[in-house]
């Protein structure tokens, strides 16, 4: 082969991943950087522009609200690149790293969002993305109330908006309206017609506060609801509680925690998923490591994450033995 | 006092409905909106709330369905 013919290509590009081999030869998906799964419009066009010169007829969706090009020659990596202008549009990671995170639409629209998940998206992408887990991969998601659409339990961190509602009875006029709305019946209207919260039975939807149609239902604390250890794929996992009413703040910090934790103590066990390695270690271990840094939010206690049944195949060596025999 | 009456009326039209028969009222009049039970008096006042309105009143007739007292507050 010619010098003039050999293809030449910036291996930079490819570090943190987002270069998908495809069946093709010399074909592969470039997964774009897309947090939150917000695009401004003008990067959208954009976009279009790179997939129409480069790829081939259409684009993905991924899951993860990533945009994918498709049918990207080998070839053009370096020309996809300075098209979509490294800046503006960073191509997307995979492999045993911290993934693009996943977030609803939030609370600027949405009028069922109680925090900013988009803000915290951006946060965690600028500050976290990409950063090799040593294990396997990391993902995160947020969601903007406790109705979870992003599915965040099913992440290795999973965050859902919550506000603690307070009663100023004063402003209320007795309408029933929050008792009503109120799914797990956490308020029921008392004696006096006033209502009355059963704070155990509370999820922190704030539904009783969107409600209100006085204003007499009002935020006493706001934050997120986190859940650890969750995955999907074969051997799906529900993440437990870990923290609540977490200031929106301290995302990127509580992530980092749980993130250190998790290459400390997966070492030497090989490609595993930060579930299995806290049903491994026990949950109390994880929570001890995260009370000392987070001690206002931290719960008092948690259980493993839980393990949904798929029903196909079989879960244990015992198991298998037991059909072989 | 002038009575809007949206029973049958599905969201988001109750909403829609609501703001143009306000639009036709003098600030500061008071008015009487009749609502469906379920998601329309969910949505509805916290909406008109949500437009500057202030309102008085919220009370379940034995029929079942609301009575919401409002005044109309042009900002």
């Known amino acids: ?325 | 006092m002038p009575l809007i009456d949206l029973r049958g009326v599905s969201c988001p039209t109750n909403f829609v409905k609501a703001k143009l028969a306000l639009e036709e009222l003098d600030n500061g009049t008071t008015v009487q909106i009749l609502l469906d039970d379920g998601e329309t008096v969910k949505n509805v006042p916290r909406s008109l709330k949500a437009d500057g309105h202030r309102l008085i009143g919220l009370k379940q007739t034995a029929e079942g369905h609301y009575i919401l007292e409002l005044e109309k507050v042009e900002e």
């Open chain 1, 1 to 325: 082969m010619s010098n003039a013919k050999q293809t030449r290509l910036d291996l930079n590009n490819l570090k943190a991943g987002g270069f998908i081999k495809e069946r093709g030869k010399d074909l592969f998906t470039v997964r774009l950087r897309v947090p939150g799964g917000r695009l401004s419009v003008p990067r959208l066009k954009k976009i279009a522009e790179v997939a129409e010169k480069f790829g081939g007829e259409f684009v993905h969706l991924s899951v993860r609200q990533s945009i994918e090009l498709i049918n990207i020659n080998l070839k053009d990596f370096d020309a996809v690149v300075e098209a979509l202008g490294e800046k503006q549009q960073k191509v997307a990671s995979c492999g045993a790293r911290v993934r693009v995170p996943v977030a609803c639409g939030g609370c600027e629209y949405n009028p069922n969002g109680l925090v900013d998940t988009q803000k915290s998206a951006l946060e965690v992408d600028a500050q976290l993305f990409g950063t090799p887990t040593g294990h396997h991969k990391f993902k995160v998601a947020f969601a903007g109330c406790p109705f979870d659409c992003p599915k965040s339990s099913t992440n290795d961190v999973g965050f859902s908006g919550a506000i603690e509602p307070e009663l100023d009875k004063t402003a209320c006029i007795n309408c029933g309206l929050c008792a009503k709305s109120c799914v797990p019946k956490a308020i029921v209207m008392g004696q006096d017609n006033l209502p009355l919260l059963t704070a155990a039975a509370c999820i922190w939807c704030g539904d009783c506060v969107k409600v209100c149609p006085t204003e007499a239902w009002r935020v006493k604390k706001q934050g997120y609801t986190v859940r650890i250890g969750g995955k999907w794929g074969r051997n799906p996992l529900v993440g437990t509680l870990f923290a609540t009413f977490l200031p929106e703040g301290q995302v990127v910090a509580f992530i980092a925690s749980v993130l250190a934790w998790y290459q400390q103590k997966a070492e030497g066990l090989g490609r595993i998923r930060l579930g299995d390695t806290i049903i491994k270690e026990g949950p109390q271990a994880l929570l001890d490591h995260l009370r000392a840094r987070f001690p206002e939010n931290t719960v008092s206690e948690t259980m493993a994450p839980q393990i949904i049944a798929t029903q196909v195949g079989m879960s244990s060596k015992r198991e298998i033995a037991h059909a072989v025999n």
